[in-house]
């Protein structure tokens, strides 16, 4: 049976075209400071849970479990990310309360509200909400910075991860109510969603990509 072009494109194509920032980041990662390896550690995590993903669909395991778990560690990381990069000390000790209060956040959203089962419509929208905010402070932030601003590897950085939280944030809102209601409406919406939140993907994965090319020696 053939595969649909839609199913090529978001499971193979996109999950793997990972391995662009990774190979990019292999390459500088001996002249990275610290953001830029803790965004090597999410690459990782990311690749990593792409793989597991699509094996579990495959033997058709529901793999939302690992959506679950994948948020919290990419909040983590994503919190670290900014931590390094953001110099106001209010941001700084928000980020820290929040590296407690979001994973506790999501540990009960699962015990208690929507199953590891079901897409985590409460705690995603949240992770894309804080991590747009501080994309936002980071911009703030850059805007006074007196290096130019192509050439800073964050900056780029900093923009993929904006495009593509802003991006999903819908996506993630109501991505329930249409696998639920299958319908051939809902289906072909369904269909359309995750097409946008694959291409919101690979946009973030290559200006990561094209961030790590800017970083050289010190």
Aim: proline share 4%; glycine share 4%.
């Amino acid at each position: 049976m053939a595969i649909p072009a839609s199913l090529i494109y978001t499971g193979i194509i996109v999950p793997v075209s990972v391995l662009i920032p990774i190979g990019m980041a292999a390459s500088k990662r001996r002249n990275a400071g610290r953001p830029l390896k803790i965004i090597w550690y999410y690459l990782l995590l990311d690749c990593v849970v792409n793989v597991l993903a699509v094996v579990l669909a495959n033997q058709k395991i529901n793999n939302l479990p690992v959506l679950h778990v994948f948020t919290i560690l990419e909040f983590v990381l994503m919190s670290y990310f900014y931590l390094s990069v953001l110099k106001q000390e209010t941001a700084g000790t928000i980020i820290k309360y929040l590296l407690v209060l979001f994973p506790v956040f999501c540990i009960i959203n699962f015990l208690f509200f929507q199953s590891i089962y079901q897409f985590n419509t409460y705690a995603r929208p949240v992770e894309a909400l804080i991590i747009m905010g501080c994309s936002l402070a980071y911009f703030a932030q850059s805007n006074d910075a007196e290096t130019r601003w192509s050439i800073n590897p964050v900056n780029w950085i900093n923009i993929g991860i904006l495009l593509y939280f802003s991006g999903a944030l819908f996506i993630f809102s109501f991505s329930n109510l249409t696998v639920q209601e299958m319908n051939e409406k809902y289906y072909a919406i369904n269909i359309l969603m995750w097409n946008i939140h694959a291409t919101l993907l690979l946009l973030m994965y290559l200006l990561i990509a094209f961030g790590f090319s800017k970083c050289s020696k010190q």
